[in-house]
């Protein structure tokens, strides 16, 4: 039941409802759930649409980039050197400025642009042209493109709850209890304080870290508003917003008859799903002390990787049935091996991608023990950098010569973390690369550069 047929005022002011079309959870966030019959224009729009949307919208901003959304907000990121680089959409980086570097030598000036190619070219031209109105000619010229695929960068933005959280994520309760036909008069102390903005208001329990609650599927990156009738008695409101911020609110003790409302959304594809929402409450959750979304974000993507390999492995299936049809169609495969042919070409596939595109999804497989997948990643078990370090400071200034770039020496190793499982961490190691001439330095993950230059790395 909806409340359509019961409500003809808004629920926080009270003023005559206008037609103004309200998503519970917001828009923002690809929440698909809306209705005409909950709030006002003004409150809509004027109060809650440019105090509390914002807000949100920030706090899951480096999410919102992460997963491709158009409306994410690019943010600035750095490099070890200091360099700034710009974090967009898709996990897309690209240096903000293109950095200029020009060395002379012998009597002649050279003139490097480092950076990416099109905004490079530009500063390439009108420096060069600089240099030849002070009476300089560039004699050597080079575009030192960035890798932004296996650049060591740091985007370090912080996941903080407001009170402006806290105010949206009761106005998601208030408006879904509203939704469901429930008697909006027993909360109105709260939808009173919700509708006068108090930042005051702390009645949100922030749970599920742990997944005490509720553990996600193995793909799931979702949106859930639950209300049911706690075992206790009272009536409580669980939020799951992308299963990172989970938040538990009670309305209030007593309550009569068993209540139970939920909506449960694909966050990504805005899909309405059908499934059981499970949630283990055998007593209202205590607010947790130091407060962080690490291990909630770290598992959002997992489960996206996890996506990800499973649509890719559905897409390789859908082309190997049809290759392997077309084999038998043309008797070149007898159809009685049809079967056991695409059960085992599947299997190497997903044998493949798990190696080789999607390591470490599996927590089973104990992958970040394995030292030959590390080394196929260029990671290390952190406690055997600094024997790596050690075995290899042999190569320490040789010499690299890359085409089109010109001549670079091997300066030091840099380690990233990488993952944190079952006790292990595990670090990316890069070499850093100096230019000979412009200083200029480049991260290439270790095994890249051992291929290259055919040293064979003993796990």
């Known amino acids: 039941m909806t409340n359509k047929e019961v409500l003809k005022n808004c629920i926080f002011c009270n003023n005559s409802l206008d037609n103004s079309d309200e998503h519970i959870i917001p828009d923002c966030l690809n929440g698909r759930l809306h209705s005409k ?63 200029i570097l020009v060395n002379k030598r012998g009597g002649k000036t050279y003139l490097s642009i480092n950076g990416d190619s099109k905004n490079a070219l530009k500063y390439f031209e009108k420096q060069a042209n600089e240099l030849l109105k002070k009476g300089h000619r560039p004699l050597h010229s080079c575009v030192l493109k960035t890798d932004s695929t296996s650049l060591p960068i740091k985007v370090e933005e912080k996941f903080q709850i407001s009170p402006e959280i806290i105010l949206e994520l009761n106005k998601i309760a208030i408006e879904f209890y509203a939704y ?13 304080r919700v509708n006068k903005m108090d930042r005051t208001l702390k009645n949100v329990v922030f749970c599920n870290a742990s997944n ?48 139970m409302y939920s909506y449960y959304q694909d966050a990504l594809t805005g899909e309405r799903l059908t499934e059981d929402i499970v949630l283990d409450f055998d007593k209202e959750p205590d607010n947790v002390e130091n407060l962080n979304f690490n291990s909630q974000i770290n598992a959002l993507s997992d489960r996206l990787r996890s996506r990800e390999y499973n649509s890719m492995l559905a897409s390789i299936a859908k082309d190997l049935t049809e290759f392997i049809d077309k084999e038998v169609l043309e008797e070149r495969i007898k159809k009685e091996d049809r079967d056991k042919i695409l059960c085992d070409s599947i299997i190497g596939e997903a044998a493949r991608l798990s190696v080789y595109e999607f390591p470490y999804m599996i927590e ?32 320490i200034g040789r010499r ?39 200083k200029h330095k480049r991260y290439i993950p270790y095994r890249d550069l051992f291929v290259a230059i055919s040293i064979r790395h003993d796990t």
């Open 37 to 99: 019959y909950l709030i006002c224009q003004k409150c809509n729009s004027d109060k809650f649409g440019k105090q509390l949307e914002p807000a949100i919208k920030k706090l899951f901003n480096t999410i919102l980039i992460i997963l491709g959304f158009e409306n994410a907000k690019s943010v600035y990121s750095e490099d070890p050197d200091g360099k700034i680089f710009l974090f967009s959409k898709g996990g897309n980086i690209s240096q903000v400025k293109p950095e």
């Open 364 to 395: 089973d497989y104990e992958d970040e023990k394995n030292d030959e997948l590390n080394h196929i990643h260029s990671n290390l078990q952190e406690n055997q950098y600094e024997d790596f370090c050690n075995k290899y400071n042999k190569l």
């Open 212 to 259: 005490e609650i509720r553990t996600c599927q193995s793909d799931e990156v979702s949106h859930i508003i639950v209300i049911r009738t706690h075992t206790n008695g009272s009536l409580y409101c669980y939020i799951e917003l992308f299963n990172i911020v989970c938040a538990y609110i009670n309305f209030y003790d007593g309550h009569e008859s068993k209540t």
């Open 400 to 438: 690299i010569d890359i085409p089109d770039e010109g001549i670079y020496l091997i300066d030091s190793f840099l380690k990233q973390p990488f993952l944190q499982r079952n006790g292990i961490s595990l670090v990316k190691v890069f070499c850093v690369l100096t230019h000979e001439d412009f």
């Open 180 to 192: 469901s036909g429930l008697d909006i008069s027993k909360i109105k102390e709260l939808s009173d």
